[in-house]
């Protein structure tokens, strides 16, 4: 899943990303139970992981370590519900949901402390989005990046895609059904939900 930068609307056509061009693109890490590691009601903050070093639906494998995040921190924190284009339905969903406080690249995993808007910001879906991490009912959540340098060398056992090696983090979304599959927590998989719904609903709900 790649989109070029230059994307005219939210329908832009998808492109492949080559290790020449400048492009970006989206992957939704493979969730866990601990994703989410501590919440902060009061400040509304969920410190959380964002990306893990593992092989994803694609084959790929994106390096941790190669995270490049100062830019990002620095200049447009922004936390977007599915990167505001998929779910993009009204104003609601295209604006930011959160900002970043922190991103902490380690050896295997990237994560962050995010700290949602609420009805301070009349902005009652990111209050919700809020919530529904908070109770554990949301745990993914996925990253939009540019891609520095890659390879078609493996890092992973099972890799059969290419290797991003180095990549610069445009902005991080939250996101409850992810295309990739294994990003559907665990926890949100062991839930009674209501009579006849299902986690299609949930997504319905959110959008």
Known sequence: MATDLRRPS??????????KATT??????????DAVKAVDEKNRTIEHLVSTQTVDRTGEVVRSRGAKVDV???????VFWNHSEQWARGLEHELPIARSLDVHVGD????ALTKFAG???MHPFAARVFLLYRDRFLNS????????????DKILAGQTGRSV???EMLEYSACGLPAEQNSITQFMKSLSLPDGATEVDLGKALG
Do not use: C, M
């Open 24 to 33: 970006w693109k989206t992957q939704s890490f493979h969730s866990r139970p």
């Open 119 to 121: 009805l301070d910001q």
């Open 10 to 19: 939210f329908n832009a056509p998808r492109v492949t990303s080559t290790a």
């Open 165 to 167: 090696w180095d990549w």
């Open 72 to 78: 990002y921190l620095r200049n447009n924190p922004v």
């Open 108 to 111: 295997v995993e990237v994560s």
């Open 141 to 152: 959540w996925s990253i939009g990046f540019n891609t520095i340098k890659d390879t078609r």
